[in-house]
């Protein structure tokens, strides 16, 4: 896997699974013990989300490809906190030769060619070509940090969504042209349609985003032993602690592991119609009348044992804010994937809920960490927070806020609160 990858911070999502194990097996080599891990996918969805400003919810999004290169879980990276430039021992859980991601053009993944490397998120005889099986050994033993994940920049999308008013936006393909933010060199890159947004039916388009990676560290390392090459036994595993800060200590299988492939679409998309359009929008009309907003993709391998529940708990947030001249409110949702109180996956997402305002993207979350007080610290790719001293609530419908990193002032002005409400606490396998 190439490892030389273009970072972003930005990015938006809804759920994906996937569930395999590690289990008992041969190697061929020298009779030594040895498991494979099986990565074998499923899908789950999300609601739909209307408003002048509308989601495609999961109905509305009709397919999503993307060309996937390798899903890892590591022991270690290494980073200069814009790019993965080294990996430590890792175990492969799906690959795909895409070749030099670095010198693909629009000319190349137009190709017919290219076209076997999409897997169509929304289409579940292709997710079922992420199902592998890999072998392990008592060399892959350890403690395993990391999710790490790389694709294709180019993405295809089709969606029809429907807004309030009457509109609704059909995506339509386009030559890919590259603009900048202003004020910096950061690039970016909209789909400029040749017919309108509001002209049915949906099409195929090509979107290009300038991130190729990601990867999670996990609060707590995944622990492969020796023990695990063998399924009949057991293994003690501390899963948290008592009111007397005692581990509680719970003895799992052994020899089975399984692996969550997570993505939630809910949400994934958004188009809008007038003068209030994104920054940056993915696909436009050739007036810029009407556009789709295309997130970055966010996605992560969830180890664990079988026997061992992965809960997700949400929280929503009410966004106040100002953008392209228009005052409103948006809402952003928090996901934390939980086994016990170790968080092994945390993305953020944001969707229009007045229908006037555009909402902003949250920065992909690549880091967790834990703070003296119990905390979380939840961190982008240069390690900076973007919620530090995030407190997880234990009831639906308890109340907390947050520093809000990403609202810091240049001028040295203290990131604002923002207040949060635990929605949903859901057993995910």
Aim: aromatic share 10%; with cysteine.
């Amino acid at each position: 896997m190439r490892m030389d990858r273009r970072l972003t911070f930005v990015g938006c999502l809804t759920a994906l699974l996937a569930t395999g194990c590690f289990d008992i097996g041969t190697s061929g080599v020298s009779g030594s013990r040895s498991g494979r891990i099986h990565l074998v996918p499923a899908i789950s969805g999300g609601g739909t989300g209307l408003g002048k400003v509308g989601t495609s919810g999961s109905t509305g999004l009709e397919s999503f490809q993307v060309a996937v290169g390798d899903i890892r879980l590591a022991k270690g990276i290494t980073t200069d906190q814009t790019a993965l430039s080294g990996m430590g021992k890792s175990l492969t859980l799906f690959s795909q030769d895409l070749g030099d991601i670095s010198t693909l053009d629009e000319a190349a993944v137009r190709d017919p060619a290219w076209s076997p490397h999409y897997i169509d998120f929304c289409d579940p005889n292709s997710v079922s070509r992420l199902a592998s099986s890999k072998p392990f050994t008592l060399r892959d033993t350890g403690d395993y940090y990391w999710a790490v994940l790389d694709w294709s920049p180019f993405f295809k999308i089709r969606a029809t969504i429907p807004l309030p008013g009457g509109d609704t936006i059909f995506t339509h393909d386009g030559p890919i042209g590259q603009h900048f933010f202003p004020g910096s060199k950061v690039d970016y890159y909209v789909t400029e349609s040749a017919q309108d947004l509001r002209q049915g039916p949906s099409q195929d388009a090509l979107v290009r985003k300038n991130s190729t990676i990601t990867w999670f560290r996990f609060l707590k390392p995944l622990r492969l032993t020796e023990a695990d090459l063998d399924s009949g036994t057991t293994i003690a595993d501390t899963v948290g602690m008592d009111s007397d800060n005692h581990p509680i200590v719970k003895q799992v299988p052994s020899g089975k592991w399984n692996v969550m492939l997570v993505f939630d679409p809910k949400d994934l998309l958004w188009a809008q119609v007038d003068g209030n359009r994104s920054f940056n929008p993915s696909i436009r009309s050739p007036d810029s009348s009407a556009s789709v907003n295309v997130p970055f993709l966010r996605a992560t391998a969830v180890p664990y044992r079988e026997g061992e529940d992965v809960m997700r708990e949400t929280y929503e947030f009410t966004m106040q804010a100002v953008s392209v001249g228009v005052e409103g409110t948006y809402g952003m949702r928090l996901e934390l994937y939980l086994i016990g109180d170790n968080v092994v996956a945390s993305m953020a997402q944001s969707y229009p809920t007045d229908g006037d305002l555009p909402p902003s993207e949250p920065p992909i979350i690549y880091y967790v960490g834990a703070k003296g007080d119990g905390s979380l610290s939840l961190q982008d790719y240069k390690s900076r927070p973007i919620f530090d001293g995030f407190v997880r609530k234990t009831t639906v419908g308890e109340e907390g806020s947050v520093p809000w990193g990403y609202g810091a002032s240049a001028d040295g002005h203290d990131a604002p609160r923002l207040a949060y409400k635990l929605t949903e606490i859901k057993k995910m396998n």
